[in-house]
């Protein structure tokens, strides 16, 4: 009898060897090493750098350059700096497979907190045994904490080659742009402990000192009031770090519509593990939909401590003046209602919601019905905002799924999906955030049922950093060093010159001579938030050796500035390519580009540094001054709309030059330019002898609907400054529009506007 037990014990073990190799990747996980900094032993031929295998492209070709490559040595290894602790789910390896494969049995991946070679010493995740040609391994990690993946050959001298790396992160991608609603909102808990403790203090955005805190006692909760129904994406939780951490594991994060039991029988959007010293743990909620976000610890008695509680909703906010790569691009659906409701008609550029007016596409009542756009080539899509009928018949797009990829099959129903609508209101406007998905081909299909299809706009919006026509960089001219000159023609200055000219022998270009590690700096001259580096590569030959080079943004000079915190990788060495580095607005005074870890030349054509802020050109008009306005009410004879662009800035509204609405549900105000803009900037001028908080929030749209429908129109910002008589410039960065309208969104409120300026990109003649 002891050799079916042994039998089965050897099935037993396969059974778990197997399951190492092809783990189902958990949802909601993302890769979290696409462009991270990475690093390895050694470099073999000067080329096959440790950034070759996060750079997204899966290509198991050596020769197309796109894997990492050490030389042939005992023990080597390969390690990425995830820039964080992070919890992983899996990690995925891309073999070579033009030759040599065999190489890669045996690797192990390694996760924590040790870099580089010492990355040895982490914890295992798993080991490698599928090593065939061109073998995709998924090595499961169940949740290992730790900042840096290590994949090694340990016990052999061997060459380690890996075409691609993906880390795959239990949570949520960050979306930079995406607002926090729990903000400042309301908040309630079952208890304090002393006056310094209070709900309020974890919605005050400082994570660091300013704590929510309980009494110990049976379940305690807490709870913040959104204002309105939300569809939540993410809730991230910042634990205690000074001490008693230990207190929020298992805490229960509810989302929903219930005040009962203080939301407690709200759904569970997830479970807090993570608690470690101040750790943020970001709970995804997958677009459960609610108006409150209540935390309790079940089952037990305790303290309940909360640090900060940011609350993520499911909407991309695709930042001002992102290129739309929809517009006006080939389009076709499964049939055409009527004639006149062309598959064309949802990328026109017009978001009218009134398929009367001719702007909408529509199918017939059909199994299925579908709709495709074809970007032209292949694309990493941030988001696709779908604009609804508004005259009737919205409810037919609830349920509609967007799907991104690089097949017709199926009209691009087998592509990947994105995302579903679920947001069908009249005229409702719903994005669907895609996280980098790639592809040619954007689908829009119901699924299951019978139906007619009606778009009144599709937009896709690219992921990265949008294009900021009017942007002002402010690394032109500044003073910039470098480690080292090739000759006296390729001076650091060069790439400050404004001359993108990739052509080093026409003498725009710097040129580092070949050494370790060379580097390049610029000095902004004041500290500024950085929005995106943007970095234009040789043409003429040699443009691979830009592959890996780090950016860098911060306020040191230690080390030449290589201790400040990475913006970003440039991945796309292609002749003369130019590389947009997003960088959210990290702040600092220098930026700093250098290639880690080997020997190279340092070659710029140009770098430009795009400031996240802007200001009215000089000599630019103010295109709104005496131009027509409208607003939803006028409070007194005095508070005309008109007011707003008399051109005066009192903010003393009894003085007559300020614009005044009544106390309204969601109040606009609107000004017509005259005809169509590209917009730099709108400057609202706020009333400063009372009431001055009342346009806190307040969204300024620009777009060519008039009226109250310019609330449908792309919003270019948010008003946060409402201090007396404040003056705030939100940067449209050439958002195109006739009407500029201001609306306070989602309460009732009066809206007053002591002046309203309106400046376009490119100065008129």
Request: hydrophobic fraction near 35%.
């Amino acid at each position: 009898m002891a050799l079916p037990w042994a039998l089965l014990l050897l099935s037993e073990v396969l059974a778990q060897d197997s399951a190492t190799q092809s783990c189902l990747i958990p949802p909601s996980t993302f890769n979290a090493a696409l462009g991270r900094p990475a690093s390895q032993s050694s470099v073999f031929g000067n080329i096959s750098i440790a950034a070759n295998a996060v750079d997204g492209n899966r290509d198991g070709v050596w020769q197309h350059g796109s894997c990492s490559h050490t030389q042939h040595e005992r023990e080597p290894w390969w390690s990425v700096d995830l820039g964080g602790r992070h919890t992983v789910a899996a990690v995925l390896v891309k073999n070579r497979q033009d030759c040599c494969w065999q190489r890669l049995r045996g690797a192990q991946v390694h996760v924590g907190d040790a870099p580089g070679e010492r990355g040895r010493d982490n914890p295992i995740c798993g080991i490698i045994t599928d090593a065939g040609p061109g073998s995709f391994s998924t090595v499961c990690c169940a949740g290992l904490p730790g900042r840096y993946v290590s994949v090694l050959l340990p016990g052999r001298s061997a060459a380690l080659v890996l075409c691609e790396v993906e880390v795959m992160l239990q949570g949520c991608p960050l979306l930079p742009a995406a607002p926090n609603v729990a903000l400042g909102r309301p908040v309630a808990q079952s208890s304090a402990l002393n006056d310094g403790t209070s709900a309020a203090n974890a919605v005050d955005g400082s994570g660091d000192g300013s704590c929510a805190h309980t009494e110990k006692e049976p379940e305690p909760w807490w709870y913040v009031d959104l204002g309105a129904r939300h569809t939540v994406y993410a809730v991230t939780v910042t634990n205690r770090r000074d001490c008693c951490w230990e207190s929020l594991l298992g805490a229960q994060v509810h989302v929903g519509d219930s005040l009962v039991d203080h939301g407690k029988r709200n759904p569970v959007c997830g479970v807090i593990l993570d608690t470690g010293p101040g750790s943020a743990s970001t709970v995804c909620c997958n677009g459960l939909p609610g108006r409150y976000v209540s935390i309790i610890i079940p089952g037990r008695e305790d303290f309940l401590v909360l640090c900060e509680v940011e609350v993520t909703v499911q909407s991309c906010v695709p930042p001002p003046g992102a290129q739309n790569l929809a517009l006006r691009r080939p389009a076709a659906q499964s049939s055409t209602a009527g004639g006149t409701g062309d598959a064309i008609n949802a990328v026109d550029g017009n978001r009218d919601g009134n398929w009367h007016r001719g702007s909408c596409s529509q199918t017939e009542r059909e199994p299925e019905p579908w709709w495709t756009v074809d970007l032209g080539w292949r694309r990493a899509v941030a988001a696709v905002l779908v604009r609804n009928r508004l005259d009737c018949c919205w409810h037919r797009l609830k349920g509609a799924r967007i799907h991104v990829g690089d097949s017709l099959a199926g009209h691009g129903t087998n592509n990947p999906v994105c995302g579903i609508i679920t947001n069908t209101g009249p005229g409702s406007t719903s994005t669907v955030c895609c996280h980098g998905l790639r592809g040619r081909y954007v689908t829009v299909a119901i699924p299951g049922r019978e139906e007619r299809l009606s778009l009144c706009e599709v937009e896709v919006v690219e992921h990265g950093c949008a294009a900021l026509p009017g942007a002002q960089n402010v690394a032109l001219g500044r003073p910039a060093m470098q480690s080292s000159l090739l000759d006296a023609t390729s001076g650091a200055g060069n790439a400050v010159d404004g001359n993108q000219d990739g052509n080093w022998e026409h003498g725009s270009c710097t040129h580092t001579t070949e050494e370790p590690e060379p580097w390049w700096r610029v000095d902004l001259g004041a500290r500024h938030a950085v929005y995106a580096v943007t970095v234009t590569n040789r043409r003429d030959c040699c443009w691979e050796r830009l592959k890996g080079a780090q950016v860098h943004v911060g306020d040191s000079l230690v080390d030449h500035g290589k201790r400040n915190p990475v913006c970003g990788i440039i991945t796309d060495t292609s002749p003369g390519s130019t590389s947009t580095i997003c960088c959210h607005g990290l702040r600092g005074r220098y930026v700093t580009i250098l290639i880690p870890e080997r020997e190279a030349a340092l070659v710029l054509c140009e770098v430009e540094v795009l400031r996240q802020g802007c200001a009215p050109l000089p000599g630019a008009p103010n295109v709104a001054r005496e131009r027509w306005a409208t607003q939803s009410s006028t409070s007194t004879g005095a508070g005309a709309a008109a007011n707003a662009v008399d051109g005066k800035r009192d903010g003393v509204w009894q003085r007559g030059s300020c614009s005044h609405t009544r106390r309204e549900r969601e109040p606009w105000w609107s000004v017509d330019l005259g005809g169509r803009r590209a917009v730099a900037a709108v400057l609202v001028k706020n009333r400063q002898d009372c009431c001055w908080q009342r346009l806190r929030g307040a969204q300024v749209h620009v777009g060519d609907a008039p009226g109250e429908r310019g609330r449908d129109s792309p919003i270019c910002g948010t008003i946060t400054d409402a201090g007396p008589g404040s003056l705030s410039t939100v940067c449209c960065h050439g958002l195109r529009g006739r009407y500029v309208t201001v609306t306070v969104p989602g309460r009732e409120e009066q809206l007053a506007l002591c002046e309203v300026e309106v400046y376009s990109v490119t100065p008129e003649l």
